[in-house]
């Protein structure tokens, strides 16, 4: 393999799908990978933002309107890039909501939290992004290669005030799917891995996490002292999609200002 950047990370012309795509982390990686080159498909349930991304942001992409949580939408989706572009060489699962109010909060404490909401939590953040992993492994294991990168969360290596429980439960199930999909396609040459990112300035949370004052507590809690942008994702997702990833699989790259290390 040449040692230069541009072989070591060309993802040029790989078909790839983002889910989450029509805001935050997963359009920072969607533009990512167009810059690049690559054959991209947005995935997301809200098809108006989508609709908009793919006229104005990302011209030419493929997009695909799926709610994660109903595993046949994602599946069927998975098969119609397939069927249309002959693979599937990365797939990015990130789509995710907030959990609510972490436990800093009285409306986060244990006792208050309402089971329904923790329900769509975990029908999008746990099940929806098997779904996502299971339907890009049926193909990639027949084609024996691929990438799945799939979006973690420092909350789900850790207890954190600022995290709710929903959330907390949902992103730790998460990066042990990562584990144990990347023991199992290891021998297809499929790798899977996990980014978890910190604390991001993105519409997660109803739009909390864009105000400056709402989050000074949040930046307080990171040792660089700020939040991280969503184009700060771009380096470990380019990464992970490329081949100088060729030989990590069942790892998490934490992407979180340094939280995790204290």
């Known amino acids: 393999m040449s040692l230069t950047a541009e072989?070591?990370?060309?993802?040029?012309?790989?078909?790839?799908?983002?889910?989450?795509?029509?805001?935050?982390?997963?359009?920072?990686?969607?533009?990512?990978?167009?810059?690049?080159?690559?054959?991209?498909?947005?995935?997301?349930?809200n098809e108006k933002e989508l609709r908009r991304i793919g006229e104005e942001i990302i011209p030419g992409a493929d997009i695909a309107?799926?709610?994660?949580?109903?595993?046949?939408?994602?599946?069927?989706?998975v098969d119609d890039v397939v069927t249309r572009k002959g693979r599937l060489d990365v797939m990015f699962a990130n789509a995710g909501i907030s959990g609510g109010a972490?436990?800093?909060?009285?409306q986060g404490h244990i006792e208050n939290v309402d089971f329904a909401a923790w329900s769509e939590v975990l029908a999008i953040n746990q099940?929806?992004?098997?779904?996502?992993?299971?339907?890009?492994?049926?193909?990639?294991?027949?084609?024996?290669?691929?990438?799945?990168?799939?979006t973690a969360s420092?909350?789900?290596?850790?207890?954190?005030?600022?995290?709710?429980?929903?959330?907390?439960?949902a992103k730790a199930a998460v990066v042990n799917l990562v584990r144990?999909?990347?023991?199992?396609?290891?021998?297809?040459?499929?790798?899977?891995?996990?980014?978890?990112?910190?604390f991001f300035r993105t519409g997660l949370g109803g739009g909390r996490l864009l105000d400056e004052?709402?989050?000074?507590?949040?930046?307080?809690?990171?040792?660089?002292?700020?939040?991280?942008?969503?184009?700060?994702?771009?380096?470990v997702s380019l990464l992970l999609a490329s081949p100088a990833a060729s030989y990590i699989t069942g790892s998490v790259f934490t992407v979180d200002g340094g939280i995790s290390a204290t």
């Open 213 to 235: 004052a709402a989050t000074a507590p949040l930046q307080a809690m990171v040792p660089m002292n700020r939040l991280g942008m969503p184009d700060e994702i771009a380096g």
């Open 102 to 106: 972490g436990i800093r909060l009285p």
């Open 65 to 77: 309107t799926v709610d994660v949580a109903d595993p046949d939408a994602i599946r069927r989706t």
């Open 7 to 45: 072989r070591l990370f060309a993802v040029n012309g790989l078909v790839t799908i983002v889910t989450g795509a029509a805001s935050g982390l997963g359009l920072a990686i969607s533009r990512t990978m167009a810059a690049n080159g690559a054959d991209l498909i947005l995935v997301d349930r």
């Open 154 to 169: 420092v909350g789900g290596l850790r207890g954190s005030a600022a995290t709710a429980y929903a959330y907390a439960a």
């Open 127 to 150: 099940t929806g992004a098997f779904a996502t992993i299971q339907a890009a492994a049926r193909h990639m294991k027949v084609q024996r290669s691929g990438r799945i990168v799939v």
């Open 180 to 198: 144990q999909a990347a023991l199992e396609l290891a021998t297809f040459d499929v790798k899977v891995n996990a980014i978890a990112p910190g």
